[in-house]
């Protein structure tokens, strides 16, 4: 694309946004930038100083950095792309569309190129693909002085120089990673491996998941970790504001599954009426199937609803309250599970440990559906009928079943999800409410069946 497109009605002048752009904090900048237009905020970015430009594009907080550079003529995005950091770079290369791409590469400079060759050859949601190879490396045989000179020379276009990578001087391969603390307070003349401590790096393979790399950053409390292959040679590193945005971003994921649809990347606003549609609708669907079920058990109790009507004003109170313990279950063990507190493995631990959970809870909302139908009763807010003893107590023994069952179903839907290989944020809320309310129902007419034989039914 060789022009900018013609802005919004809304939007500021590009002579004016772009005097707003280039002054203040670049938090600021990118807040107001993202309330433009993409065709608003590229005249604009095109007016600025490519320091400042660059500066904008590198913030996490950019909503739309991709389709800013493909509206920006491709000579100047090329030289914005080679000035920013290489993952974030990576990062817009991979949601521009072609041609856009095929027209941008060629422009870009050597060492651009191989950079993000190599972070766009790994799988999105991998270290590989959220590490930047800007890092500070210097061969074991450096004295702490002229690591530190050369920390002073590189600093500017490193992502951070906390961290100082030791590397053997033939092999090339990772011995020790030294922080720049360590190293401020050496002795100038000792050899740089002196300033570090006597233990093997920590360090993770370029495939390796991002929640996993967020694990050993939290675990290890590190600024950042490096990324290696197989000979330990150092591929790049992963800082840990990469990992809050990872963390962000995945977070959204999770909660846009928590409710009951596709995940989306792109702000609310900004968010397509058929990408909308798509995304809640396929959800929508299958809840609507399971909730089929639903009504197939209402018909199957048909005759017993017919014989005692009142069992029905309790019908949304056993639901919601199977439902409403799946969902909390659920809850812990996604968060859980995403820590690394449980395993696969501890399905049967977690389940011992619902069980009862879910029985003791069951009781306590038992107590409270038996009491209430008999203060209604003894009060005289609602008249039962002569059976009401028995229709109290078969509301408190469907609610201890229901709820014993959402519990132990809720904390092991994500187990089995995580195992079929789907993301356990997947046994979201709505879900676990759907599978709740059929099997709730065939407990709450199964029990009143046995209580109520002979009586109302």
């Given at each position: 694309?060789?022009?900018?497109?013609?802005?919004?009605?809304?939007?500021?002048?590009?002579?004016?946004?772009?005097?707003?752009?280039?002054?203040?904090?670049?938090?600021?900048?990118?807040?107001?930038?993202?309330?433009?237009?993409?065709?608003?905020?590229?005249?604009?970015l095109?007016?600025?100083?490519?320091?400042?430009?660059?500066?904008?594009?590198?913030?996490p907080?950019?909503?739309?950095?991709?389709?800013?550079?493909?509206?920006?003529?491709?000579?100047?995005?090329?030289?914005?792309?080679?000035?920013?950091?290489?993952?974030?770079?990576?990062?817009?290369?991979?949601?521009?569309?072609?041609?856009?791409?095929?027209?941008?590469?060629?422009?870009?400079?050597?060492?651009?190129?191989?950079?993000?060759?190599?972070?766009?050859?790994?799988?999105?949601?991998?270290?590989?693909?959220?590490?930047?190879?800007?890092?500070?490396?210097?061969?074991?045989?450096?004295?702490?002085?002229?690591t530190?000179?050369h920390?002073?020379?590189?600093?500017?276009?490193?992502?951070?120089?906390?961290?100082?990578?030791?590397?053997?001087?033939?092999?090339?391969?990772?011995?020790?990673?030294?922080?720049?603390?360590?190293?401020?307070?050496?002795?100038?003349?000792?050899?740089?491996?002196?300033?570090?401590?006597?233990?093997?790096?920590?360090?993770?393979?370029?495939?390796?998941?991002?929640?996993?790399?967020?694990?050993l950053?939290?675990?290890?409390?590190?600024?950042?970790?490096p990324?290696?292959?197989?000979?330990?040679h150092?591929?790049?590193?992963?800082?840990?504001?990469?990992?809050?945005?990872?963390?962000?971003?995945?977070?959204?994921?999770?909660?846009?599954?928590?409710?009951?649809?596709g995940?989306?990347?792109?702000?609310?606003?900004?968010?397509?009426?058929?990408?909308?549609?798509?995304?809640?609708?396929?959800?929508?669907?299958?809840?609507?199937?399971?909730?089929?079920l639903?009504?197939?058990?209402?018909?199957?109790?048909?005759?017993?609803?017919?014989?005692?009507?009142?069992l029905?004003?309790?019908?949304?109170?056993?639901?919601?309250?199977?439902?409403?313990?799946?969902?909390?279950?659920?809850?812990?063990?996604?968060?859980?599970?995403?820590l690394?507190?449980?395993?696969?493995?501890?399905?049967?631990?977690?389940?011992l440990?619902?069980?009862?959970?879910?029985?003791?809870?069951?009781?306590?909302?038992g107590?409270?559906?038996?009491?209430?139908?008999?203060?209604?009763?003894?009060?005289?807010?609602?008249?039962?009928?002569?059976?009401?003893?028995?229709?109290?107590?078969?509301?408190?023994?469907?609610?201890v079943?229901?709820?014993?069952?959402?519990?132990?179903?809720?904390?092991?839907?994500?187990?089995?999800?995580?195992?079929?290989?789907?993301?356990?944020?997947?046994?979201?809320?709505?879900?676990?409410?759907?599978l709740?309310?059929?099997?709730?129902?065939?407990?709450?007419?199964?029990?009143?069946?046995?209580?109520?034989?002979?009586?109302?039914?």
């Open positions: 694309m060789d022009s900018i497109p013609e802005t919004a009605p809304d939007d500021l002048p590009a002579d004016t946004l772009a005097a707003r752009l280039v002054r203040g904090h670049v938090a600021d900048a990118v807040e107001l930038l993202n309330e433009q237009s993409t065709a608003a905020g590229a005249a604009a095109a007016q600025l100083p490519a320091e400042r430009a660059i500066e904008i594009l590198d913030t907080e950019l909503e739309d950095p991709a389709g800013l550079v493909a509206a920006l003529p491709q000579g100047q995005a090329a030289i914005l792309l080679d000035g920013m950091s290489a993952d974030q770079a990576a990062e817009v290369f991979r949601e521009l569309e072609e041609p856009v791409r095929a027209g941008l590469l060629p422009r870009l400079g050597d060492e651009t190129q191989v950079s993000l060759q190599q972070l766009l050859s790994y799988p999105a949601g991998t270290a590989g693909s959220m590490m930047t190879t800007e890092f500070v490396s210097v061969p074991a045989g450096w004295t702490v002085e002229r530190l000179q920390i002073r020379a590189v600093e500017s276009t490193r992502e951070t120089v906390y961290a100082i990578y030791v590397l053997d001087p033939d092999t090339r391969a990772l011995l020790r990673s030294v922080g720049l603390r360590r190293l401020i307070i050496a002795d100038p003349a000792a050899p740089v491996l002196s300033a570090a401590r006597d233990m093997e790096p920590v360090t993770v393979s370029p495939l390796l998941d991002q929640e996993e790399v967020a694990r950053i939290r675990r290890h409390d590190l600024l950042a970790v990324v290696v292959d197989e000979a330990q150092v591929l790049g590193i992963v800082t840990v504001d990469d990992v809050i945005d990872a963390m962000v971003e995945e977070g959204t994921e999770d909660v846009h599954r928590f409710g009951g649809m995940a989306t990347e792109e702000p609310y606003t900004q968010i397509g009426f058929g990408t909308m549609l798509r995304k809640r609708g396929g959800w929508l669907c299958i809840l609507f199937l399971g909730e089929m639903t009504a197939s058990a209402m018909q199957h109790y048909e005759v017993a609803l017919e014989r005692a009507v009142v029905t004003l309790f019908i949304p109170l056993i639901m919601s309250s199977g439902g409403n313990s799946g969902s909390q279950a659920t809850s812990l063990l996604i968060r859980a599970l995403a690394g507190e449980v395993k696969l493995r501890d399905w049967w631990r977690v389940a440990r619902e069980l009862p959970t879910g029985l003791v809870l069951g009781v306590i909302l107590a409270i559906g038996l009491g209430r139908v008999a203060l209604w009763q003894v009060l005289g807010i609602y008249d039962y009928g002569e059976h009401w003893a028995r229709i109290g107590l078969t509301v408190g023994a469907a609610l079943g229901v709820v014993t069952f959402g519990s132990l179903a809720g904390s092991m839907l994500p187990f089995l999800l995580k195992r079929v290989g789907f993301d356990p944020a997947s046994a979201s809320a709505p879900l676990v409410a759907t709740v309310d059929v099997t709730g129902l065939v407990i709450y007419f199964s029990v009143a069946v046995a209580v109520l034989g002979g009586a109302l039914l």
